[in-house]
């Protein structure tokens, strides 16, 4: 048994027949009973790690959750953290300290879980559970063996019904921010996802959120009140940011901080964490440590300087916005040249308008190659769309994104900079291609 021929397997789930979320999400927890029920034939992992921090959010969530491993990682404490999806491999979905799960421990976890799997179609009352709801099962028994101190938890999507939300209580909840994303999913307005996302504030929790909104803050604070938990609304001021080549500084509660990723937007993620870990206790020469040595695979990610390589997964209009911003302080007078591939599902053409006010001299229009069956926005149709902004720009169409990453490549002088961007599963697939050379 290879490690691809154990992830296949897991892959093949889909082809049973049950209720799905991504599907039918309309508020249905029967996908909280199934995999409740598998992970008690498994023994409950989840009952076996003492401190958990649940991370949701529209925007930010990712890099929240890799502050926060970093910061306890620093701590002295022994962490693990999930993050969906996964960068390159499905296998750095999990990690414990400073590294990810690695394929002979998952082949060894895929015979536990397929035995598991065939006593749970034998005896359970529900329906068989998904890909997504036994990845979440393999992380949480493998956090279990692993005996982490604290489990920082991202949300794959939403919060209330999505299988992160199985963990039997948390320490802190983390909402990040409230934006338009997933609305086929979560609901057509802000204030039907903010409902979606409280709904990781679980009883007598600490809340925090850096949303500004007060009808969301409210909506938040519903949850709290009805979960006897509490809620912090922590500033979202970033008026004192400076952004350069090593990271970003920011002031905050009168003391001077610096953080390796590049972006106003990540300045107040960091202020989010500072409040968390606070809280709970944490150094803070712990804190200020861990944000300085965090790592943050596709926001903002320079692979390559001189010339300056960027990957980043933004897919959303909130996401664009702070990647276009965070991009126009650190080009100053450089050349842009994009890469860039969507989901098909993305308000796409929104975020080719974002994208037009860099100005870039060149763009390479594709698609990720990794989901043979999600949809993807067409090349031909963003090229026809920038086209009609850009009609001085060098636009390409290209079916093999490692074809669109070697033109991209091809003239670049040392003072330009080239930005992957639109989609976490083409970035990451960039990210393996750099790796390899």
């Known amino acids: 048994m290879t490690f691809q021929d154990a992830h296949n397997f897991l892959l093949t789930l889909s082809?049973?027949?049950?209720?799905?979320?991504?599907?039918?999400?309309?508020?249905?927890?029967?996908?909280?009973?199934?995999?409740a029920f598998f992970l008690d034939i498994l023994g409950n992992p989840q009952q076996h790690i003492p401190h958990i921090i649940h991370v949701a959010g529209t925007s930010g969530k990712g890099s929240v959750t890799a502050f926060l491993h970093s910061i306890l990682h620093a701590s002295g404490a022994r962490v693990g953290s999930t993050q969906s999806p996964a960068p390159s491999t499905v296998l750095e979905r999990w990690k414990v300290g400073t590294s990810h799960m690695d394929e002979k421990t998952f082949i060894r976890l895929f015979a536990i879980i397929k035995k598991a799997l065939d006593t749970y179609a034998r005896t359970s009352p529900f329906d068989m559970p998904s890909y997504f709801e036994v990845m979440e099962a393999i992380g949480l028994l493998w956090f279990s063996e692993q005996r982490v101190e604290w489990l920082v938890l991202e949300t794959g999507c939403g919060g209330r019904f999505d299988t992160g939300n199985i963990v039997p209580r948390k320490d802190a909840a983390v909402i990040t921010n409230i934006g338009?994303?997933?609305?086929?999913?979560l609901g057509e307005t802000k204030e039907e996802i903010a409902w979606e996302k409280a709904g990781i504030i679980s009883v007598q929790t600490m809340a925090f959120t850096t949303e500004s909104d007060p009808a969301l803050i409210r909506v938040f604070q519903a949850e709290a009140d009805k979960t006897n938990s509490s809620l912090e609304v922590v500033s979202n001021d970033t008026s004192d940011v400076r952004v350069s080549l090593s990271g970003t500084a920011f002031t905050y509660d009168n003391q001077r901080w610096h953080i390796p990723a590049p972006g106003a937007h990540q300045a107040l993620n960091a202020r989010l964490c500072i409040a968390v870990c606070r809280a709970l206790s944490i150094s803070e020469n712990a804190i200020r440590s861990g944000l300085e040595q965090a790592t943050q695979p596709l926001r903002m990610e320079i692979v390559g300087k001189n010339p300056m390589i960027i990957l980043d997964a933004a897919h959303n209009l909130d996401k664009m916005k702070t990647t276009v911003a965070a991009l126009t302080a650190l080009a100053k007078d450089a050349r842009v040249h994009l890469l860039l591939g969507f989901s098909a599902?993305?308000?796409?053409?929104?975020?080719?308008?974002?994208?037009?006010?860099?100005?870039?001299v060149?763009?390479?229009?594709?698609?990720?190659?990794?989901?043979?069956?999600?949809?993807?926005?067409?090349?031909?149709?963003?090229?026809?769309?920038?086209?009609k902004r850009l009609p001085q720009s060098h636009i390409e169409i290209f079916i093999d994104l490692a074809d669109a990453f070697d033109w991209a490549k091809n003239d670049l002088s040392d003072n330009d900079i080239l930005l992957v961007t639109g989609s976490v599963f083409l970035s990451g697939q960039i990210r393996a291609i750099v790796r390899q050379t």
């Open 15 to 35: 082809n049973l027949p049950r209720k799905e979320y991504m599907a039918d999400p309309k508020k249905c927890d029967v996908y909280m009973k199934r995999l």
């Open 180 to 185: 338009l994303d997933h609305t086929e999913i």
């Open 345 to 360: 599902d993305k308000h796409v053409d929104e975020m080719l308008e974002q994208l037009s006010g860099l100005q870039p």
């Open 362 to 387: 060149k763009i390479a229009c594709t698609r990720n190659t990794v989901h043979a069956l999600r949809k993807v926005a067409d090349p031909a149709l963003m090229a026809a769309s920038l086209r």
